[in-house]
């Protein structure tokens, strides 16, 4: 029974009376608190005197709607009232422009000990070895927060239970550690952390990672479990060539969104390949050489699944490809056994319109006439060869 359906019962029955001021979990979100603004601190705090001794399993407290430094003062009351021993879940919300420090004493005595999920936005959070011991968390996800990478590394210690760690705009990380005792840590997200300069993960089992922002220095460790990359960044792509076979040879499924590469650029020679490779999904937001990125399929001989898709406009191969066929390039001659899906889009510049297959919304023709010429002849009986135009129909060719 959700707490909303427990409250009403507790109107029509006395015998329910009590039963909602023993839900096990307390979500106050938006919408709720919003609600109670001119009246918020009596109604809570007539919620927390009811449930006096009676533990909160989840507890979440959405204040982002309060920008008066007062309202702040309730929520640290609120907060030690009800994270005890048996707590699992908390989740704390503040507005942006309010300098809130999350009380981090809450979380000591034991009172941290059981919570599993701790999800923390637009607030300071300053830990210290003395004060937080969390051996129960799983997942932390850190959102606008105030830390330093010296106070994470005084609350990994303290969590060698960790699973996902997620840090999204913290903003005052220069260099995130990550120790090897985490061995239990497996999914590990950095995004717009705007001055990190350095990520070094030690965990021995991650197997997924996503960062986006700007290049920096990344140490996977030993990363031979790591098999999901996703990378955001500029100027990714041949640092992806040259750096991901070797630093994660075992990598199943990568994911890359360029938004800024240096056209034209010679590729150097890289005799290390992605062996196990199944999954490639490529994404560029500016002009480049697109048929230089075959030397992903020379590279990838277990590839499954091919996406490409082009953001922006085309690069200087495209009118060629339709006026001098010795311009093409050849693979090797390598068949890729395997592959069993392969998408090639390009949006246009009004985001509402379809992807189209390699062309100008306004060229749908020349795109016909470059698969007809080149492609269509390629393909084995057994494949549908299909290609979406700009009027959001489907050709197909058979």
């Known amino acids: 029974m959700t707490l909303r359906d427990a409250a009403r019962a ?39 005197e009811n449930r006096s001794g009676i533990g909160v399993k989840t507890l979440k407290l959405d204040f982002s709607c309060y920008h008066e430094p007062k309202a702040y003062s309730y929520l640290h009351r609120w907060l030690r009232i009800a994270v005890t021993p048996g707590t699992e879940k908390l989740v704390v919300l503040s507005a942006s422009d309010v300098a809130f420090n999350f009380p981090c004493s809450i979380l000591s005595d034991g009172n941290g000990s059981t919570i599993q999920h701790l999800h923390l936005v637009d607030c300071g959070f300053h830990p210290t070895v003395s004060v937080v011991c969390m051996r129960s968390l799983t997942v932390l996800h850190l959102d606008h927060v105030g830390i330093t990478g010296d106070e994470l590394g005084c609350l990994f210690s303290g969590c060698v239970a960790l699973e996902q760690l997620k840090l999204r705009r913290c903003s005052k990380i220069t260099c995130l550690k990550i120790p090897s005792e985490m061995q239990r840590l ?55 060539r040259e750096e991901f076979p070797s630093s994660a040879p075992n990598l199943e499924n990568l994911s890359i969104f360029s938004r800024h590469e240096v056209a034209n650029t010679a590729m150097a ?35 499954e699944t091919f996406k490409l898709c082009v953001l922006t406009g085309l690069g200087p191969t495209d009118k060629l490809l339709l006026e001098d066929r010795s311009q093409l390039r050849q693979m090797s001659g390598y068949c890729h056994h395997k592959l069993q899906t392969v998408k090639i889009s390009r949006c246009s510049g009004d985001r509402s319109t379809r992807c189209s297959c390699l062309v100008r919304p306004w060229e749908d023709d020349e795109a016909v006439l470059v698969i007809e010429k080149y492609i269509k002849g390629k393909v084995p009986s057994t494949v549908k060869l299909m290609l979406w135009s700009h009027a959001a129909s489907v050709m197909p060719f058979y």
């Open 10 to 48: 507790a109107c029509l029955s006395h015998a329910f009376l009590r039963s909602w001021r023993c839900h096990p979990n307390l979500i106050f979100d938006h919408g709720i608190l919003c609600q109670l603004r001119h009246d918020l601190a009596s109604t809570v705090n007539h919620i927390f």
């Open 186 to 240: 497996s999914y590990l997200q950095v995004s717009v952390c705007h001055k990190l300069r350095m990520i070094k993960n030690e965990a021995p089992n991650s197997c997924s990672f996503d960062f986006l922002g700007d290049r920096i220095e990344i140490s996977l460790g030993d990363s031979l479990r790591l098999k999901k990359l996703d990378v955001l960044c500029n100027n990714v792509l041949r640092y992806a």
């Open 269 to 303: 020679f890289v005799p290390s390949k992605f062996l196990h490779l199944k999954y490639l999904s490529i994404s560029i937001a500016v002009a480049y050489d697109y048929l230089s990125l075959v030397y992903f399929l020379d590279a990838a001989p277990s590839l």
